[in-house]
């Protein structure tokens, strides 16, 4: 979505970059199940209503990870620990 939008740029086609990252040392694609789905719907406090945000912020809440981003709203969000 952000690629369509313009707001990233890529040097492959988001495909084919996706499929270069499993060769990538320490990159692991994480499912998202229905447990985190279910619980990006009752996050603590207040937050956004976007579900792609919810679900990676849900998805680090139960993982126990930070999350690497620039985007304000989960950085704002005081129930998650984010990096940048």
């Not at 996706?18 to 229905?34: A, Q, R």
């Not at 998805?59 to 005081?78: H, M, N, Q, S």
Request: no cysteine; glycine share 4%; net charge negative.
């Amino acid at each position: 979505m952000l690629v369509g939008k313009g707001k990233l740029e890529l040097n492959l086609d988001v495909l084919a970059w996706t499929e270069t990252l499993v060769d990538v040392e320490g990159f692991h694609f994480l499912p998202v199940d229905n447990l985190i789905a279910i619980r990006s719907q009752f996050l603590p406090g207040e937050f956004h209503p976007d579900p792609a945000d919810r679900l990676i912020v849900a998805l680090a809440r139960e993982l126990a990870v930070p999350l690497v981003t620039a985007d304000r709203k989960i950085r704002d969000y005081p129930h998650v620990e984010t990096i940048w």
